[in-house]
C-alpha cells in the first residue's frame, strides 16, 4: 500500500465570510470561495480538469458547483460525508491528481444552513438513518448536543471530575477559541468571553451550556491542488499533503457495551493511520498547529487525547497550562474553531485546511505561530460511537 | 356452579401512572374551594395502549409469553378509531402472531365483557390462557367534576383454566340503554346528564339490580364475602351503594382509591379487583360488579395459587413511586391548550412500510444474540458487531431485561412536550446495548450507574400515525411473585 505523502500539494485556498450571510446563497458563497483560490494559486477557472464539491444538504450533484462557476463538462462529483465533507472532497481531489489523471483540481465545500429557520440541524429521517436503529421512525428523540453531551456526562464521571470541575475546564477551552476567534475577520463571532459568560449560560443538554456549542453558519471553502512537481511552478510556498485519512465506524459504540462514551474511537484510528503515513511517531512534539472539529466543547477535550496530543484522562493538565493556547506549544484552532469561525457542515473541513494553510505560510496576522512545520485537521461527523471522521496532516 | 370452578384469574397485575396531579391543584388553577387527594396522570408519552402494554408485561412475569392463546384489550380511550389497539399490545407483549385478539370498547364495563368473553373461550375449549389487559385515559372539561374525578391506569388479567388464583364461582349481567355519561364521536371531553339522574336512574339502581341478581341467582348474602369490589365514580356513591346493599364499608368493600388514583374508568373495577386480590388469602370470597350502560357481577372464590404473589406489594410500591405535576403541565400534556411549538422542523410522516418491516425490532425490541461469540445486539443485525459472522443469530428480547445507566444528558433542544429529553445508554445486566430516551424521571435523581427497566412509549404522533418504540426508566418496582 503506498503513501499520499509527498505527492500532492496545495497551491491555492478560499473562504468566505463565515456567519449568518442571510444575502448570500450557496452559489453566490461558491463564486467567492472559489475566485478567492484561483487567484490565490494564479490559475484561470478554465484550468480546473476535475472537481470535487463537498456539501451534506446544500444542492444535489456535481452541477451545483458547475453553474455558478460555468465549469465547462469537466468531472465533478458531489461528496458528502457528514461532517467530513469537506475533507473528503479534498482527499478525493488530492487522490485524482497523485493517480495522474489530471494535473489541476478543486475541491470546494459549501453550506448553507441559515436559509432553515431553526438552529441546529434538520432531524430529516435521512439524517436518522445514519444514526438508529434499522428503522428509523422507532427511535430516540434526536439532536446533536444531546449526544455529546453524553460524552461529557461519561468524561466526567470516569476521571472523577464534579460537574463544577469539568464545566470549569470545557469553559477554559471556549474562552480560548473565542479570543483566537476575535482575531479572525472571517469568522462568525469575534467576541471574547469570560470564563463566568461559558459557565452560566442557559444549559442546551446537559452538562453542556450554549457556549459549549458551536454556530451555525453559512460559507464555503475551496482548495487548489495539483502534484507536488508541478506546484512550484504555480508558486513558491505551497503546502504539502502529508496524509489524508477517514476512519468510519460500523455504529459499534451503539450497540457493543464495550465503548465507554470517554473517547472516540474513529478519531483515535483516523489519528493512528494518519500519523503512520506521515512517519509521525510523537504527534504531541512533532505537530505545530492543529484545528480540531470542536462542534462541542467536549468534543475538542477527548479529541486532544484521542489525537495522542494528552495523555488519556490528562487533558485537563495541557488545558489548565495554556498548552493549546494561540502562545502554547501546540495551538489549537487558532482560528476560533467550529466554535467562533463557524460551522457550515460541507465546507468546515477546507476552512480548517485554509487557516493551517495560511499559518504555514505565516500569513495568519495577529494569529500567526512561531515555525509551523506541521499542521493537522480533524473532522468528526455523526456522534460518539457512531462517527465519520477525517485526519488530514499537510507540511512546507 | 360447578361449570366455572376450573375457569379463572391465573395472574394480575395493575400499573398505575408514575405523575400525580392533586385536585388542590386545579381547584387553585381556577380560584374554587382547596379540595382533597390526587389523581393518577398518565405522562405526555403514555395513552390506554403504552399503559395497558406495563399491565400486560407485568401480568405475564414468571409465564412463557407463546402459551398466550388470545389478548382481549378493553378502553373507552383508543389512539386509533379504526385499527385494532389489542394487536398492537400483543406485538409490543412478544405474543405469538397465531392468537386470536379482539378490542372491547364503548363502556365503562368492556373490561369484564372482555373477561367474560376470555372465560367462555376458556370453557368451550378453544384457548387455554386468555389475556385480558383494561386501560383508560379520560379526560374531563377543564373546571369541570369530571376531571376532578378522572385519573389514569391499566390492569391485566390471565384467565385460565390452569393455576388460578382465583376460580370464577358465578356471573350475573344486566344490560340497560341509558344516556347517564357518554362521549360521540365528536367529543374530545365526557359528557354527563344531571347529576341526580345519573346517580338515581343510572348507577344506583343498575348497580344495586345486578348485585341482588346474582346473590339471588347462587342463592348467596353480603356476609359470604370477605371482599366486595365495586365501581363507583366518587366515595360517597361508593358509600351509598354499599349501604343500601347490606355490606360493611370497614373493611368489607374495596376502597376506590379515590384521593390516590381517581376514578381510572374502564380500568377501576379491574385495578380494584387486582388490588383485593393482593391482599387476599386462600379460601376468600370475593363479589365484584363493574358499572357502564349495565351491570356485570362476579364471584370469585381465591385458591392456594394465590401463594404465588407477594401479598399487598405491587400497588402499595406503585403508589409510592409517584411524581407530582402542575396544572400547567396536565393541560399541555393533554394537549388541551396550544403552546408554541419547539423551534424545529416539523417531524416527517412516518413509512407505514418501514414500520411494518421493523415491527419485531420496534414493538417487540427484539434484537439478536450471536450463536458463534454469544453478543448480544439491538437492533437486530446480519453480520454480528463483535465476531463479524454472517447470520449465525437467535432472536433475543429486551424489553423484559433490566439494565444500568452508562451515560446520559438532559436535552433542552430536542423537540418534545415535556422538555428537557433525557437520552440514555442502557447497559443490559446479560449483555447489549441500547441507546433510548428516559422517561418517567426526576431529572435531578438521575446519575450513571442507576438501574433502569424498558417501558413502551408514545414516541411520536404525525401524519396521523402514532409511532411506538421503548423508554427506559428508573427501575420502578421489583418482581411480583415470591
Redo the contacts between chains.
Keep these: 500500500m503506498e503513501s499520499i505523502k509527498d505527492r500532492v500539494a496545495i497551491i491555492g485556498m478560499g473562504c468566505t465570510k463565515f456567519g449568518e450571510n442571510w444575502d448570500m446563497s450557496p452559489a453566490d458563497m461558491i463564486v467567492d470561495a472559489a475566485y478567492e483560490a484561483f487567484e490565490d494559486a494564479g490559475i484561470e477557472p478554465k484550468d480546473v480538469q476535475a472537481a470535487w464539491l463537498g456539501t451534506y444538504m446544500s444542492g444535489l450533484s456535481g452541477q451545483t458547483l458547475a453553474k455558478p462557476l460555468k465549469l465547462s463538462y469537466i468531472p465533478i462529483t458531489r461528496v458528502e460525508n457528514m461532517c467530513a465533507t469537506g475533507s473528503d472532497a479534498l482527499r478525493n481531489a488530492a487522490y485524482a491528481v497523485a493517480a495522474g489523471v489530471y494535473d489541476i483540481a478543486l475541491a470546494l465545500g459549501v453550506e448553507k444552513l441559515k436559509d432553515?429557520?431553526?438552529?441546529?440541524l434538520?432531524?430529516?429521517?435521512l439524517v436518522q438513518g445514519l444514526n438508529f436503529?434499522?428503522?428509523?421512525?422507532?427511535?430516540?428523540?434526536?439532536?446533536a448536543?444531546?449526544?455529546f453531551?453524553?460524552?461529557?456526562?461519561?468524561y466526567f464521571?470516569t476521571y472523577g471530575l464534579t460537574p463544577e470541575e469539568g464545566k470549569r475546564t470545557l469553559g477554559m477551552i471556549e474562552v480560548k477559541n473565542h479570543h483566537n476567534g476575535s482575531l479572525h475577520p472571517k469568522a462568525h463571532f469575534q467576541q471574547e468571553i469570560t470564563l463566568d459568560t461559558v459557565i452560566n449560560a442557559?444549559?442546551?443538554?446537559?452538562?453542556?451550556g450554549l457556549y459549549d456549542c458551536c454556530g451555525v453558519s453559512d460559507g464555503a471553502a475551496a482548495a487548489i491542488v495539483t502534484r507536488k512537481e508541478l506546484a512550484r511552478d504555480f508558486r513558491s510556498d505551497p503546502v504539502d499533503i502529508k496524509a489524508l485519512q477517514i476512519a468510519v465506524g460500523?455504529?459499534?459504540g451503539?450497540?457493543?457495551?464495550e465503548y465507554?462514551?470517554t473517547y472516540v474511537e474513529e478519531t483515535l484510528r483516523a489519528g493512528q493511520m494518519a500519523y503512520q503515513e506521515a512517519g509521525i511517531k510523537n504527534p504531541r512534539q512533532e505537530i505545530s498547529i492543529a484545528e480540531v472539529h470542536d462542534c462541542f466543547s467536549i468534543t475538542e477535550m477527548v479529541t486532544y487525547e484521542d489525537l495522542q496530543f494528552s495523555p488519556r484522562g490528562r487533558a485537563k493538565d495541557d488545558i489548565e497550562a495554556g498548552f493549546f493556547n494561540l502562545d502554547g506549544a501546540l495551538p489549537v484552532n487558532t482560528d476560533g474553531g467550529l466554535k467562533c469561525f463557524g460551522h457550515p457542515i460541507g465546507a468546515s473541513g477546507l476552512r480548517m485546511m485554509y487557516e493551517i494553510y495560511k499559518q504555514l505560510q505565516e500569513k495568519a496576522g495577529p494569529r500567526q505561530i512561531k515555525n509551523p512545520t506541521l499542521g493537522l485537521t480533524h473532522n468528526l461527523g455523526g456522534t460518539p460511537?457512531s462517527a465519520t471522521t477525517s485526519v488530514l496532516i499537510v507540511g512546507n | 356452579m360447578g361449570e366455572y370452578k376450573v375457569v379463572g384469574i391465573r395472574n394480575f397485575s395493575v400499573y398505575i401512572p408514575f405523575y400525580r396531579l392533586g385536585r388542590g391543584e386545579i381547584a387553585q388553577a381556577w380560584g374554587r374551594k382547596p379540595l382533597s387527594g390526587e389523581k393518577a396522570v398518565a405522562n405526555h408519552d403514555e395513552d390506554s395502549i403504552t399503559m395497558a402494554v406495563a399491565a400486560g408485561m407485568d401480568c405475564l412475569t414468571g409465564m412463557d409469553a407463546q402459551s398466550i392463546d388470545g389478548l382481549y384489550f378493553a378502553s373507552t380511550t383508543f389512539p386509533y378509531k379504526e385499527k385494532q389497539s389489542a394487536a398492537l399490545i400483543a406485538a409490543a407483549l412478544g405474543l405469538g402472531s397465531e392468537i386470536f385478539t379482539a378490542d372491547f370498547s364503548s363502556s365503562l364495563r368492556a373490561g369484564m365483557s372482555a373477561m367474560r368473553s376470555a372465560v367462555d373461550a376458556i370453557k368451550a375449549g378453544s384457548a387455554k390462557n386468555v389475556m385480558v389487559c383494561v386501560a383508560d385515559m379520560r379526560t374531563g372539561y377543564p373546571n369541570g367534576g369530571s376531571e376532578m374525578d378522572f385519573g389514569d391506569g391499566a390492569a391485566s388479567f390471565i384467565l385460565s383454566n390452569d393455576k388460578v388464583v382465583a376460580a370464577i364461582e358465578g356471573n350475573h349481567t344486566v344490560a340497560d340503554e341509558i344516556n347517564d355519561v357518554w362521549r360521540s364521536d365528536k367529543d374530545t371531553f365526557v359528557q354527563s346528564w344531571e347529576d341526580r339522574f345519573v346517580r338515581e336512574k343510572g348507577y344506583l339502581r343498575l348497580l344495586t339490580e345486578a348485585v341482588w341478581g346474582i346473590l339471588k341467582k347462587y342463592d348467596m348474602a353480603p356476609k359470604d364475602f370477605s371482599k366486595a369490589v365495586f365501581y363507583a365514580p366518587n366515595p360517597r356513591l361508593l358509600n351509598t351503594v354499599s349501604r343500601k346493599l347490606g355490606f360493611d364499608n370497614n373493611g368489607q368493600v374495596q376502597d376506590s382509591l379515590y384521593d390516590a388514583l381517581g376514578n381510572t374508568g374502564t380500568a377501576l373495577v379491574p385495578m380494584l379487583l387486582s388490588v383485593a386480590l393482593e391482599q387476599a388469602v386462600a379460601g376468600d370470597r370475593i363479589l365484584f360488579a363493574s358499572y357502564g350502560d349495565g351491570c356485570e357481577a362476579y364471584i370469585l372464590k381465591v385458591t392456594n395459587q394465590i401463594n404465588r404473589y407477594r401479598r399487598g406489594d405491587r400497588v402499595r410500591s406503585q403508589l409510592v413511586s409517584r411524581k407530582s405535576i402542575n396544572y400547567q403541565k396536565y393541560l399541555r400534556w393533554r394537549e388541551i391548550i396550544p403552546v408554541e411549538p419547539p423551534?424545529?422542523?416539523p417531524?416527517?410522516r412516518?413509512?407505514a412500510v418501514?414500520?411494518w418491516?421493523?415491527s419485531k425490532?420496534?414493538l417487540g425490541l427484539y434484537g439478536v444474540k450471536c450463536l458463534e461469540c454469544g453478543?448480544i445486539?439491538?437492533?437486530?443485525?446480519r453480520v454480528c458487531?463483535?465476531c463479524h459472522t454472517k447470520e449465525k443469530f437467535v432472536p433475543y428480547r429486551f424489553a423484559d431485561k433490566k439494565g444500568t445507566l452508562?451515560?446520559?444528558?438532559?436535552?433542552?433542544?430536542?423537540?418534545?412536550t415535556d422538555p428537557?429529553?433525557t437520552?440514555?445508554?442502557v447497559?443490559?445486566d446479560e449483555?447489549?446495548?441500547i441507546?433510548?430516551?428516559m422517561t418517567d424521571k426526576d431529572?435531578e435523581k438521575v446519575e450513571?450507574g442507576m438501574p433502569v427497566e424498558m417501558t413502551f412509549r408514545k414516541?411520536r404522533f404525525s401524519g396521523s400515525i402514532y409511532?411506538?418504540?421503548w423508554?427506559c426508566r428508573p427501575m420502578r418496582t421489583g418482581n411480583p411473585l415470591k
Design positions: 432553515n429557520g431553526f438552529s441546529g434538520p432531524d430529516t429521517e436503529s434499522e428503522n428509523t421512525y422507532r427511535s430516540r428523540t434526536f439532536t448536543p444531546g449526544h453531551a453524553m460524552m461529557a456526562t461519561a464521571n442557559p444549559i442546551i443538554a446537559w452538562p453542556l460500523p455504529q459499534e451503539y450497540i457493543s457495551a465507554d462514551w460511537g | 423551534a424545529r422542523p417531524l416527517d412516518p413509512s418501514a414500520l418491516r421493523d425490532g420496534g453478543a445486539q439491538y437492533p437486530a443485525q458487531i463483535r452508562t451515560t446520559f444528558s438532559h436535552d433542552n433542544l430536542a423537540a418534545t428537557p429529553v437520552v440514555a445508554v447497559d443490559f449483555g447489549g446495548r441507546m433510548c430516551d431529572p450513571v414516541i409511532d411506538y418504540w423508554k
